[in-house]
């Protein structure tokens, strides 16, 4: 295994970049996973800029207009977790009918040894 000489890279966020991350977070019904996964971050690091958000250690430029980026982000996170929840409930219906296809070839199958047997 080769000996890495050099530092890792650590990535370095902008101050404006973790707002917009804590503030999606914030936001009703977003959970910090989701959040974290759809900005490619560890789920930790969030929590932690969050942590930070409260503290006054990150703090929003007022002169920004945040809001309409965050507001498009979250609609954007809002249409995944739907779409999230009705490929759940696809694949859910998908099961069940496997499950009913079986049942009716089995039953057939059943109706078939039956009928053999009887003869």
Known sequence: MPKYTKPRKTWQYSN?????AVQLSLIDG???????????????MLSRWRKEYREGKIVADKRKKITDVSSKQAKELLKVKRLEAENRKLKQEVELLKKW????????QQGIDSSKDSD
């Not at 404006?16 to 917009?20: G, I, S």
């Not at 977003?30 to 930790?44: G, N, R, S, Y």
């Not at 296809?101 to 057939?108: I, S």
């Open 30 to 44: 977003v959970q910090v996973k989701e959040v974290a996964d759809t900005l490619d971050i560890h789920p930790f």
């Open 16 to 20: 404006e970049f973790k707002v917009k």
């Open 101 to 108: 296809q079986r049942y009716l070839a089995e039953a057939h």
